[in-house]
């Protein structure tokens, strides 16, 4: 693994912004925002919008996310990007048979969640309804050992067995499938024909992405970690505005008008 903002990095991104047809892609919490307490509170800095909309207006760009589409679409607001919400499930233009499939398992795993919620909530664990995903949100527990066991005691009781998630201080519960970052990233590839990707993360979350066996995918995880498939890293979120810059640079550079 090595910086992304290094000599060879940069190369790997000259290349990428060379390609008329590529697309850039991100996460949003921990790599566009960072990870804030309030998990409402996330919100681009003036710089970094700024930035990502320029790149937005340069090239096909996207932004990929565990929130829900109703609750990303405000943050973006104004810039130009593809928006691809509830981990791959939302913005994809999807079936009406998988929509409703993932909206009636997750009505039924809250009719669950609720029997236990006095256990949750005493640890501090918040439950977040996301429509056709749940999250279990733990940041501001005294005890994160306490609230992770409380939430694994309540996931083992949800029927249909749910796909389990880890990020940071969350559990997110998923519809069983083939429906994740990696395959929405891949969907949105095949909309655009896109000839190749970046693609820059933070967790676990978007482990499905890097690990996709896909040449044409530039994969940057936020922050360096062994027990990662990514193939770049970026020492820190507070560093993506110098990524952005850069890209919105190299594509200026390389794709002139």
């Given amino acids: 693994m090595q910086d992304v903002l290094s000599a060879p990095g940069k190369r790997a991104l000259d290349r990428l912004a060379g390609q008329a047809e590529a697309l850039f892609a991100f996460d949003f919490d921990g790599t566009l925002a960072r990870i804030v307490q309030d998990r409402h509170a996330a919100v681009l800095t003036e710089p970094i919008r700024v930035a990502l909309h320029a790149l937005a207006v340069a090239a096909p760009t996207a932004v990929i996310s565990g929130r829900a ?36 398992c997750c009505r039924a795993w ?3 969640v609720s029997k236990d919620e006095q256990n949750l909530t005493r640890v501090g664990v918040i439950v977040e309804d996301k429509t056709y995903s749940l999250t279990f949100h733990y940041r501001q527990a ?8 409380a939430i694994f005691h309540t996931v083992s009781m ?5 796909r389990l998630v880890l990020g940071k201080a969350v559990v997110n519960a998923i519809p069983s499938g083939n429906l ?15 000839s190749g990707a970046l693609y820059v993360g933070d967790d676990d979350t978007d482990e499905d992405v890097f690990s996709l066996p896909d040449e044409r995918i530039v994969t940057v995880r936020i922050g360096k970690k062994a027990a990662t498939a990514a193939q770049w890293y970026l020492a820190r979120q507070s560093q993506i505005g110098l990524l952005l810059e850069y890209l919105v640079l190299a594509r200026r550079r390389l794709m002139p008008s």
């Fill in 110 to 112: 809250l009719k669950t």
């Fill in 69 to 104: 589409l109703d609750d990303l679409r405000p943050r973006i607001e104004g810039i130009s990007a593809h928006l691809i919400g509830n981990h791959g499930l939302e913005g994809l233009h999807m079936s009406e048979r998988v929509m409703h499939q993932a909206h009636e």
């Fill in 180 to 194: 994740h970052k990696g395959s929405a990233m891949l969907e949105l590839m095949h909309q655009l024909k896109s």
């Fill in 158 to 162: 949800l029927t249909p067995s749910p």
């Fill in 142 to 149: 005294c005890s994160p050992q306490l609230a992770r066991e």
